[in-house]
């Protein structure tokens, strides 16, 4: 868990410092979004006011999950609609590196919600079933194996989106060229 805090914490840094110093709007938008996650992840928001609407809603149990498991989605889905709100013009308004960019921190966010919403969900409702039969500490360690691994993967990919760009878009310049890497045609590359 404190890696991730501390990759999320590089890219909200590396984005607001290439959003301040190109003053792009998308960088630090991004560097907003990220910072969220960043804060929610680190102190566990999530979990705090996930039992707080809960409690507020008076949300029950249903399909194994607890009334605090659907408070938690139910945080999980405004952290997105914010994120959406900051940066979905990014995707129709901007120019087209951007909106690639963007999208493929689109796809860092479906990853978190993957692995830290829908496996996280379904480790809830196992653990829940097999505790109330006595038992199941070994698919939950999986389960939670999985969330955890899972979420420091996309958090992984992510920072390599951040730092090394070019990493990124060598097969979006090789098609553009119709070129080998390391070819004297693909100049970005030579």
């Given at each position: 868990e404190d890696f991730n805090y501390l990759k999320w914490a590089v890219m909200v840094v590396a984005l607001l410092w290439i959003g301040l110093r190109d003053r792009w709007l998308p960088a630090v938008l991004w560097a907003i979004v990220f910072a969220m996650i960043l804060i929610d992840d680190s102190f566990q928001l999530h979990e705090g006011f996930g039992e707080r609407i809960s409690v507020e809603l008076n949300l029950q149990s249903a399909f194994f999950l607890f009334g605090n498991d659907f408070g938690e989605i139910l945080v999980f889905l405004a952290m997105g609609a914010i994120a959406l709100i900051l940066t979905v013009v990014l995707l129709f308004?901007?120019?087209r590196e951007t909106g690639k960019i963007s999208?493929?921190?689109?796809?860092?966010?479906?990853?978190?919600?993957f692995f830290g919403v829908g496996i996280d969900a379904i480790h809830q409702v196992i653990t829940h079933i097999l505790e109330s039969k006595g038992g199941g500490t070994l698919?939950?360690?999986?389960?939670?194996?999985?969330?955890?691994?899972?979420e420091m993967l996309v958090a992984s990919y992510a920072l390599a989106l951040t730092l090394a760009p070019p990493a990124y878009t060598i097969?979006?310049?090789l098609a553009r060229r119709g070129s080998s890497p390391g070819s004297p045609a693909d100049p970005d590359l030579g």
């Open positions: 308004r901007s120019s999208a493929r921190y689109y796809g860092v966010l479906l990853g978190l919600g698919f939950s360690s999986v389960f939670a194996l999985l969330e955890d691994g899972g097969f979006d310049r």
